[in-house]
């Protein structure tokens, strides 16, 4: 199978090339030529199985240019007891229409880990297949959770070396201190004076800027991406669903064929594309739904049809969703023009240029048909926590607890699976103030102490200790100096 861009200005490129390169050289992203479709038989003969033997099953339809052997490596080197349970992504029932799918026991405590511990092995492979000789410059963006999760999949990987830019005021304490104090001989951590769109824009200008390209490969680098718009950070989320799907039908909660819809606290727009492709690919998914937090673009989008950054930024309490520019969206518009990439390409400019786009009605018909958007402001989200910790004894984090609110308003009578993309220690501050009522005085560290004590909730082992860990990471640059700063750590 091929890939081909989003913004037919490629022509199609092997899954290891577009893994390896991670996004379009000429702007735009990587998507497989045509979706694998899984026959009802397969997918039921699927049931039971481990969470690897799903993950190799999906990668395997993808990756028709790695060996099973490639793909088997990659897999036992990502899921085994670097999470802190066997079922790697567990289902927990709230009641019988609602099901809470824990995407956070790897190592990191973010749903980032489901992919990015995949990703790095896949980019290896791809470096071999592909005889590169040139060591793989990794740059990330992150709204706080990528740049840990991808410091944990990259740190030591031969012929690899990780560059993650964050928003210096934008990110938790706790993920703060979980990138800074990364170990390993091949990483960087950069804080910027800006926002998230800040280091993603800079980001993807770098990756688009030839001469500089041109002088990585005299001095024998080449960058590759691990933010969601690299296909191998996409590829390996579709699995979940199909995991998540076949141990409801294991548990008796849905009959096999039964409808089940995804609700995913959205961002980049990354892990709810997983679940459109798994539709795609015959599992049967009924809606998606988009939650929100207040920046509610892909709300305001898929209510209307036109996409307007031009609006106020905020950060919220579900800082991994504080985004305005979700790059994803591009795959899916892509798919629901019927693959016209001269329309994506035409609105994507637009995008960049103006700040707005519309969609054609037509296009926009295609996109009703999968999914629903809503959202939750702070204050919402807060009272969602406390409901749940009240009618269920659960603990949501921030970001869960957009799409618990979000599902609630949007119940179509289908089981709904709702992502829990972080464990709830990762924003304690927030989660502690939803539970007690009021803001709390005490560091972070010591309110991790009392959630967990009051709780009575595991503590995530990558979040221990955290303040007796070394600071081994400080540097700082402004939103205008990225490309500086990756230029000065290479030493061009
Ligand atoms: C990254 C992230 C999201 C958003 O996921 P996308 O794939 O970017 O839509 C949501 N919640 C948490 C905790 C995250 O880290």
């Not at 990015?116 to 590169?132: G, N």
């Not at 919220?316 to 019927?338: H, K, Q, V």
């Amino acid at each position: 199978m091929n890939y081909i861009s989003t913004r037919n200005n490629c022509e199609p490129v092997s899954a290891a090339s577009a893994i390896a390169q991670g996004m379009v050289p000429a702007g735009g992203l990587f998507v497989p030529q045509s979706i694998p479709a899984l026959s009802t038989e397969e997918i039921a003969s699927m049931a039971g199985k481990s969470y690897q033997e799903i993950a190799r099953w999906i990668l395997g339809k993808y990756l028709t240019d790695y060996t099973a052997e490639d793909i088997a490596d990659c897999v036992a080197g990502a899921y085994n007891t670097n999470f802190d349970t066997a079922e790697i992504a567990p289902l927990v029932k709230l009641n019988d229409n609602e099901y809470i799918l824990e995407l956070w026991h790897g190592p990191t405590a973010a749903f980032k880990d489901m992919a990015l511990q995949l990703t790095p092995r896949l980019l290896v492979k791809a470096i071999e297949k592909l005889d590169l000789k040139q060591e793989v410059i990794i740059l990330v963006a992150t709204s706080g959770d990528t740049g840990k999760a991808a410091l944990e999949g990259f740190k030591n990987v031969k012929g690899t070396r990780i560059i993650v830019f964050y928003p210096a005021h934008g990110v938790s304490r706790v993920q703060e201190l979980q990138m800074v104090t990364t170990d390993g001989d091949n990483t960087y951590v950069v804080g910027v004076e800006g926002n998230f769109d800040d280091c993603q824009s800079a980001v993807k200008e770098i990756f688009a800027d030839q001469a500089l390209k041109e002088t990585m490969a005299q001095n024998g680098y080449q960058f590759s991406s691990a933010n969601s718009i690299n296909w191998g950070r996409l590829l390996p989320q579709i699995v979940y669903y199909f995991a998540a799907y076949l141990n409801l039908v294991n548990q008796k909660a849905v009959s096999y064929g039964d409808k089940v819809d995804f609700v995913v606290p959205t961002g980049n727009f990354g892990n709810i594309l997983a679940a459109w492709y798994a539709g795609q690919m015959g599992l049967p998914v009924g809606k998606l739904v988009c939650a929100s937090n207040k920046n509610r673009i892909l709300t305001d989008f898929f209510a209307t049809g036109v996409y307007d950054r031009r609006r106020d930024f905020f950060q919220t309490n579900s800082p991994s969703m504080d985004i305005l520019i979700s790059s994803n969206l591009e795959r899916f518009l892509f798919a629901m023009t019927g693959n016209n990439g001269d329309k994506v390409a035409q609105w994507m400019d637009a995008l960049k240029q103006d700040g707005i786009f519309t969609v054609d009605a037509e296009t926009k018909a295609n996109i009703d048909k999968f999914v629903v958007g809503g959202a939750a402001d702070e204050s919402e989200t807060l009272a969602m926590i406390k409901q749940c910790y009240t009618d269920h004894n659960y603990v949501l984090d921030t970001h869960t607890a957009v799409a618990l609110k979000v599902s609630r308003e949007q119940q179509s009578g289908n089981v709904a699976v709702i992502d829990s993309t972080a464990h709830p220690c990762k924003f304690v501050s927030s989660v502690l103030a939803a539970l007690n009522g009021e803001a709390s005085q005490a560091s972070e560290l010591e309110q991790l102490e009392e959630l967990v004590q009051k709780t009575g909730i595991a503590q995530h082992s990558g979040l221990q200790d955290l303040d007796k860990k070394e600071v081994r990471h400080s540097m700082v640059c402004e939103k205008e100096g990225i490309s500086a700063a990756v230029q000065q750590i290479l030493g061009l």
